[in-house]
């Protein structure tokens, strides 16, 4: 993934716990760089070894971290450096999750090497709709669940549910979630 990433989860560590702790989380992950180029692509392996040496060190399970990693995103490093790619997703929530499928073509415009999910919506109601999320990549579904709640946060629409309702697998290609506002 972009170095755009893991200078994130960098973010998150030295913001909750300190830049002691990160030191420390590099270490157990084996990651040797002093920086990350937020333009570069880095091994998603590196990315997936920084969450799993922060949940060790930390004792918080890896699905709280990547959670809690979702909303950082949206309300830190989305809103801090891609303000302008946010607003243009929609005035609210339920606007935004409805073009949520054409969001990452924008993305790629800044990252053409992305490797985005890719979204569906159905069963839109006033109150609720169902996400559909297609991925190459494994175990992001909490993830996608801090994202959307931190976008109830930043549209101030507070998300009253989020749940994986169908996993991919056999009778599946993709994650399902019920989001309710
Ligand atoms: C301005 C805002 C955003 C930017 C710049 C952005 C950019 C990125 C980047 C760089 C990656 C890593 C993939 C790669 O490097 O190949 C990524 C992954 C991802 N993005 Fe976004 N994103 C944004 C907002 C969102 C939002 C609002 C959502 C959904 C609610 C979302 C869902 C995801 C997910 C789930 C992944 C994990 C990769 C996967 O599932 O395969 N992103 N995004």
Same mark, same amino acid.
């Given at each position: 993934?972009?170095?755009?990433?893991?200078?994130?989860?960098?973010?998150?560590?030295?913001?909750?716990?300190? $830049?002691?702790?990160?030191?420390?989380?590099?270490?157990?992950?084996?990651?040797?760089?002093?920086?990350? &180029?937020?333009?570069?692509?880095?091994?998603?392996?590196?990315?997936?070894?920084? *969450?799993?040496?922060?949940?060790?060190?930390?004792?918080?399970?890896?699905? $709280? &971290?990547? $959670?809690?990693?979702?909303?950082?995103?949206?309300?830190?490093?989305?809103?801090?450096?891609? @303000?302008?790619?946010?607003?243009?997703? @929609?005035?609210?929530?339920?606007?935004?999750?409805?073009?949520?499928?054409?969001?990452?073509?924008?993305?790629?415009?800044?990252?053409?090497?992305?490797?985005?999910?890719?979204?569906?919506?159905?069963?839109?109601? @006033?109150?609720?709709?169902?996400?559909?999320?297609?991925?190459?990549?494994?175990?992001?579904?909490?993830?996608?669940?801090?994202?959307?709640? @931190?976008?109830?946060?930043?549209?101030?629409?507070? *998300?009253?549910?989020?749940?994986?309702?169908?996993?991919?697998?056999?009778?599946?290609?993709?994650?399902?979630?019920?989001?309710?506002?």
């Amino acid at each position: 993934m972009y170095g755009m990433v893991n200078k994130a989860v960098e973010d998150m560590v030295c913001a909750m716990h300190g $830049e002691a702790m990160w030191e420390q989380v590099k270490n157990l992950a084996g990651v040797n760089e002093d920086v990350f &180029i937020s333009n570069e692509a880095y091994p998603d392996q590196m990315t997936y070894h920084l *969450v799993g040496a922060a949940s060790k060190l930390s004792g918080t399970p890896p699905a $709280e &971290i990547l $959670e809690a990693f979702g909303e950082h995103w949206v309300l830190k490093t989305a809103a801090e450096g891609y @303000g302008d790619l946010l607003d243009a997703g @929609g005035k609210s929530l339920a606007e935004f999750l409805i073009n949520l499928p054409d969001f990452h073509a924008r993305v790629s415009m800044i990252f053409p090497r992305l490797q985005p999910p890719r979204f569906q919506v159905s069963h839109v109601t @006033g109150q609720s709709l169902h996400l559909h999320y297609h991925t190459h990549r494994t175990g992001l579904q909490p993830f996608v669940i801090g994202l959307v709640k @931190g976008l109830g946060q930043r549209f101030r629409t507070p *998300v009253k549910n989020v749940r994986l309702i169908q996993a991919a697998g056999p009778e599946a290609d993709h994650d399902t979630f019920l989001i309710e506002w």
